[in-house]
Every structure is written in structure tokens, then in C-alpha cells.
């Protein structure tokens, strides 16, 4: 009866603020569908057996949250029925896999149940969601945020991550736990206020907890991790740098040896008007990072290496893209940006941009620990690496150099070389492969034809001896603003070894648009590969037939 009677209650108390809940409130959402509907392509080596009992994927999301004053709540509904071509099938299913609320103030912040978190660079701690991936490694759990005083702002963290649909249990996967700490001290320090001088300072810890049930080896059951970082600003100069530690960690990742891992992050950059160049250096050592000791895919980090080589956009520049690799990798990036002033024998009447950029990533060096372990053997410290020696194991190497040019008020251009090394055998698992080196170029015009209708064109070559061989790529598109574009594309790999899998990837485009909805059609087939969004990658099978993308929001 008491129950009853409070439920009574509530319901009646509800009904009488009901009406400031919702007026006062602001909701927002947004939805998002991409569907495949998959046909035979014998070319493609795709026939009705392979395709049998899949001819459709569908991956799907829609999120909602809720605000009111200084209350805030959300969730997610997924559904991967089933997942589209490329994405792990362990994403099959549907369901809500992240709820939170919150509440926030200017002094103390804090959540509860699913959320993404950041500290620095990401070298201890980074969770976020990949669409594009089928990635996800959310915490579910606790955050708290305080801001105690002007300039100081301290982070702490629990929780377990998502992975995939499975339920947490505390014998599998572990519990992550975090603390992060940052301090401008511009605004802390008195007298700093007005300096052209700036400077941030920060340091994180973060641990996991997983219960040691190995058979043969004697596991850490807690792993921790510290991280120190720094950002100064000085006029037209930024020095960011940051360290991390991790303590012995034995996994699938690294094949359960015993050493401590290390990563450092840094990057010098000037920029004025007109002209901007960055530096970059990465050293990475056994810094795989997950809540689960046992997984090696791309599931359950909980650190992030940042990549620091160029994010292309056009798609033979795009086809072998990196995959940072924790195990080990030290590179470095040199970007450098100038306009041609206005007015000049060569910058013309609306000047031109000029962009170059050079990225490498070696291997480190590893060293046996005595003369009767193996480099890397299970069960033991693994190896020794001095911290500044780079192995002659190349990786990756992009050379590439971009004109940006505007003609006249109806024609603009651009024009990119890029020289590719690229370790196919490492970063794609294809031992015994050849390294590939390639050779792409590519022209982009544009004709603004009116002030609505604009047509674009992309030319495309790529030239390599090695895996598929050449490549040629056009695509034309015709914009009518602000509503509809279509597109016509085709890639061609007319270099590969074997004739009959010379084949042409073309594609048909087409998509509308109104207000903050976007529906879009592609018929036409897609080239095996792998996509790669900051550093991580997944392989994309060869396919054939008509992709829908339909996304709203409000």
C-alpha cells in the first residue's frame, strides 16, 4: 500500500511541473541510415553464395538529449541489421548502448553512465565513437569535473568500456580508472594575465584492473600509467609536449612479455599571415593500452596514438593510408604552408597557396635482453630499446606537395604530387609482400557556372610496380546549390599483374538536400581497400550495388 501510495505520488507531482519540463526544456537529435543492397558481381569474384543471406546491411543510429538548465540527459539507439560489409560482425544487433545524465555547474561537473573523455593527447586515455569505423569504446560509469579555481580544471573517471553488445562482467574485461589534472597558469598566476606568453600545464593517471586467470603466467592484475604534458605559446610560436608511462602490461597485443611501454608526442609550430610551418615527432614503445588483455583488434583501447602524418581526402592519394602502430614506431612530420601574395608574377590577382609536406615513421630498435631469449618471446622482458634510435625498417613515407589556385571569379585549381613508400607487409598483415612505392598525381577544377550550379573534375593517377599495380580515377560533379549534387566516377586498375582483374570501379551519385536533412544515392562498385580515420583502420571488402545514406538532425 505504501508503494502505491507513492507512486500516486510521484505521478501526480509529476503532471503539475509536466508543463515546465517540456517548455523549458530544449530537446535536440540527430538520426543517421546507411544501408547496402549488395548483387553479384562475377568480375569482383562476388557471386550469389557469397552474398547469400546478406544481400542486405544496414547500420543505423539515432540520438536524443535532453537540457534543462544545468541538467542534461541523453541516449543512443544502434542497430546493425546486419552490419554493412567491412564492419566486425560482432556489431550485429540492436539496442541503446549509451545512456547518460548530467549535471553541470561552473565549479563541479558530473555524469553517469556512458561517456567519452580525453586526457592530453590521448596517450593514457581517449574514448570516442567512429561511425565511419564501427568504433566505439565509450566508458560506462562515472565522471566528475571540478573547477575549483580560475584556470584549474580536474578530471576523474570509472568505468568499464563498451564492447560491442556484450554485458560487463567482472571476470572478462577490466575496470578503467583515470584522473587528469590541467592547469593554465595565465589565469591562475597573478600578473600572467596580459603576458604575450602563455602557458598550460598538465598530468594524468590512469589505471585498469583485470583479475590475473592465466594458467601459465603470473599477470599484473592492476596496470597504471602516467602522463606529463605541456603547451607554450609564445607570439607566433606553439611548443606542445607530452610523455607517457605504463608499466608492464603483458597482452595479446605484444605477445605477453613484460616491458614497460613509453610514448612521446611533440610539435613546434610558427604561423603569421600568409605563412605556417609544423614539426612533429612521435616515439611510441610497447604502449598498447586495453581493458582487456586478450584482445589485439582495434576493440577495447583505452589510449589513442595519435597519427602525424597527413590525412588525405582524394581517393588514390587516400588508398594507402597509415595505421599507427603501438608496438613500436618513431616518425616524425614537416608541414609547411605559404600564399603567394597578391598582385605578384605569380600569385596573380587572387594570389596561390602552396602546401608541402613531408611524414616518415620508422620502426625502433629492439635489442635482446641476453643471448639466450628471442626479441619479443612470451613470458619474458621482451626487449631493450634505446629511446632516441629509429630502426631502418621504414613504414610509411609521404612526400607531397599541393597548389591551391584561383583563375579568375569562375575557375579555380588544384594540383597535388605525392611520392608513397608504403609497408604493406606491416600495416596491412600481407607478409612477403613488397613494399609498396608509388607515384600519384591529380588535377581538381572547378567552374562556377552560376552563383547555384557549379561543376567539378578530378583527374587521377596512381603509379606502382607493386600490389594492384597502376590506377587511373576521373570524376565529374555537378552541384545545384543548395539542394542537389550528382556525380560520375570511375577507377580503373589497368596496371594489375593479372588481366582479368583489371577491372573498373564506377560509381553513380546522387543526393538532396533540405534544411538539416541529407538523403544520398550511390550505385556502382567498391575496390577492396582499407579506411583509415586517425590512425585506426579497417579493411573494406570489394562490392558491388546501391548504397543509401539518409541523415537528419534537429
Known sequence: MRKLFLFLLLICSSSLFAQDFINSAQINGSFQVDGQFYRPDDA??????????????????????????????????????????GFDPQQEGNGFPYLWAAYNTEKIGVTVGNFYEQFGNGLLLRTYEEW????????????????????????????????????FERNSRGIV??????????ETVKGWESSRVRLILGASGVSKYQRDADPIYNLPENVSGFAGRANLMAGKFNFMTEYAYKINDPSAANNFIYKEGQSLLTSLSYSQKGFGAVLQLKRVDNMSFKS??????????????????????????????????PNGEMGLQFQLNYKIPKGTALGGKYGTGIALNFSQVNDIVRKAVNDTTAIGQEGTLGYTSDFF???????????NVQIDKKINSKWKAVVQYM?????????????????????????????????????RMELQGLWTEQDEGNWAAVMAEYTIAPKWFFALADQYNYGHPDKDMQNHYYTFSTGYIHDATRIALTYGRQSEGVVCVGGVCRQVPASSGLTVTITTSF
Open 44 to 85: 569482383l569474384g562476388i557471386t550469389d553464395s557469397l552474398i547469400a543471406g546478406r544481400k542486405i546491411g544496414l547500420n543505423g543510429y539515432g540520438n536524443i538529449t535532453y537540457t534543462l538548465g544545468k541538467f542534461s540527459a541523453g541516449m543512443r539507439y544502434e542497430a546493425f541489421l546486419t552490419p554493412i560489409a
Open 177 to 186: 580508472r583515470g584522473v587528469d589534472a590541467e592547469f593554465d597558469l595565465n
Open 292 to 325: 582487456d588483455r586478450g584482445i589485439s583488434g582495434n576493440a577495447l583501447d583505452i589510449n589513442f596514438i595519435p597519427p602525424i602524418n597527413r590525412t588525405h581526402s582524394y581517393s588514390l592519394t587516400a588508398r594507402y593510408p597509415y595505421a599507427s602502430q
Open 132 to 167: 565511419t569505423l564501427g568504433y566505439d569504446n565509450s566508458l560506462n560509469g562515472m565522471r566528475v569535473v571540478l573547477r575549483p579555481t580560475k584556470g584549474v580544471t580536474i578530471k576523474g573517471v570509472y568505468g568499464s568500456q563498451r564492447y560491442y553488445w556484450q554485458k
Open 419 to 455: 611520392n608513397l613508400y608504403y609497408d604493406i607487409a606491416t600495416l596491412e598483415g600481407h607478409p612477403g609482400e613488397e613494399a609498396v612505392k608509388a607515384h600519384i598525381a591529380l588535377t581538381d577544377i572547378t567552374w562556377k557556372i552560376t552563383s547555384l550550379k557549379s561543376l
Open 389 to 399: 634510435a629509429a630502426s631502418d625498417h621504414v613504414f610509411f613515407r609521404d612526400f
